[in-house]
């Protein structure tokens, strides 16, 4: 079965509010997705400093233990600045005030996404692998709006999928457009969060003059994403 929103006329209330509807259901499923990647981070620092300050305590300490805890402390101190600022991002997006990019790059946009999203993949035992079949392409966006559509349409691969679901995402781009497509295979999920947030994305999709598509089957589920390379009217 096969899904599809056309491009309707152009609303700047319903394409504020459709915006902000899907920003806030992402939300919703990223932050604790990042809370709990946060919480790890901190409890894997306080863990090596408790163990750092026995190894001190103690006149033989082996430098080499100290020094490997050193090292994972330093590690999941930079988890935790990814994970702080993909908080930020979301937190802070469209805050008044700030001056939001017009540009936006697509195959780095939807790396950001797999990064803030690796929680929830790993929470599932699935597998995210991006293919890009194009150069980085600049697109006319807000670059957190085109956050919200990647993530969103990730998103609805995660909770659809079955577990242990192997995820390829392609990127391509011709001259009037940009596509994402995530595929998976396995019998897709049927729950009322899919239905959703598909509700969400196909509405924000529609008012950046952009498509989305389902193709769903018994053995798979197939997600893509159009979007315009000319200046959106979002």
Do not use: Y
Not at 201 to 212: D, E, K, P, T, Y
């Amino acid at each position: 079965m096969i899904s599809t929103i056309a491009v309707g006329a152009f609303d700047p209330l319903a394409a504020t509010a459709a915006r902000l509807a899907l920003r806030q259901q992402n939300l919703t499923i990223l932050f604790p997705v990042l809370l709990h990647d946060v919480n790890g981070c901190l409890n894997g620092i306080a863990l090596s400093t408790e163990l750092l300050s026995r190894l001190q305590q103690r006149d033989a300490a082996d430098p080499g233990s100290a020094a490997n805890l050193l090292s994972r402390t330093k590690s999941e101190l930079g988890r935790l600045q990814i994970a702080l600022k993909a908080l930020e991002n979301r937190v802070l997006a469209g805050v008044p005030g700030q001056a939001p990019s017009r540009m936006a790059p697509m195959v780095a946009t939807m790396q950001q996404a797999q990064a803030v999203l690796r929680p929830a993949i790993q929470r599932g035992q699935h597998e995210l692998r991006i293919a890009s079949r194009t150069d980085e392409v600049q697109l006319h966006f807000r670059a957190e709006d085109l956050f919200d559509l990647m993530a969103g349409l990730a998103i609805v691969a995660i909770e659809a999928a079955p577990p242990r679901a192997v995820f390829d995402a392609v990127l391509e781009s011709t001259p009037t457009e940009a596509i994402v497509t995530i595929e998976h295979a396995g019998v897709p999920r049927a729950v009322m969060a899919v239905e959703v947030h598909r509700e969400m994305l196909r509405a924000a999709v529609r008012h950046c003059g952009g498509c989305v598509e389902w193709d769903q089957s018994g053995v798979g589920n197939r997600g893509r994403l159009s979007l315009p390379r000319a200046l959106a009217r979002s």
